[in-house]
């Protein structure tokens, strides 16, 4: 089941996410194994939280590049998904959160199986964050290691962006 920890109940999905409202509960919310889709991004890849700070992805075929190895984008995603969940719930109501940067490191590989990819807040005030993950596979093998910054900011200013922009 979804985390009750913090003042959020759902993740963000960093940058897209900060412009609109937090959902009220993921899609999928009720499934025995967890939320898994917020957006086509993550229901693309495959991507299932365990908690706000963990999730993970079974590789299928669709995510293996013309080499025929785990493609960096989909590891990628897991890491910004992963590291803007585990803000998004340390975070008040009228914040909003954005990918500043993500530094990544390519261990090695995997070609099948299910990956898992844990996150923590490193450090946090008023306007950015710093956190590191880390992905393995299901036999627990590093995979990925990753630091990240992220934007904290007023989400009334997403709000006069959208006013401007007519939306």
């Given at each position: 089941m979804w985390p009750q920890s913090g003042t959020r109940r759902a993740p963000c999905t960093v940058a897209l996410r900060a412009m609109a409202p937090a959902p009220e509960e993921p899609r999928d919310a009720g499934r025995p194994d967890g939320p898994r889709s917020l957006d086509g991004v993550s229901s693309f890849?495959?991507?299932?939280?365990?908690?706000?700070d963990e999730l993970r992805m079974q590789i299928r075929p669709e995510l293996l590049n013309g080499g025929g190895i785990l493609s960096g984008v989909a590891t990628?995603?897991?890491?910004?998904?992963?590291?803007?969940s585990t803000l998004w719930v340390q975070t008040a109501p009228e914040e909003g959160i954005a990918t500043v940067s993500i530094s990544i490191n390519y261990v090695q590989t995997a070609?099948?199986?299910?990956?898992?990819?844990?996150?923590?807040?490193?450090?946090?005030?008023?306007?950015?964050?710093?956190?590191?993950?880390?992905?393995?596979?299901?036999?627990?093998?590093?995979?990925?290691?990753a630091i990240g910054s992220?934007?904290?900011?007023?989400?009334?200013?997403?709000?006069r962006l959208r006013q401007r922009a007519g939306l």
């Open positions: 890849m495959g991507l299932r939280w365990v908690g706000a990628y995603a897991m890491v910004d998904y992963c590291m803007g070609l099948s199986g299910e990956l898992s990819c844990r996150s923590r807040v490193d450090r946090r005030n008023r306007t950015i964050a710093v956190l590191s993950s880390e992905v393995r596979s299901e036999e627990g093998a590093l995979l990925v290691t992220y934007s904290i900011f007023p989400r009334e200013r997403i709000e």
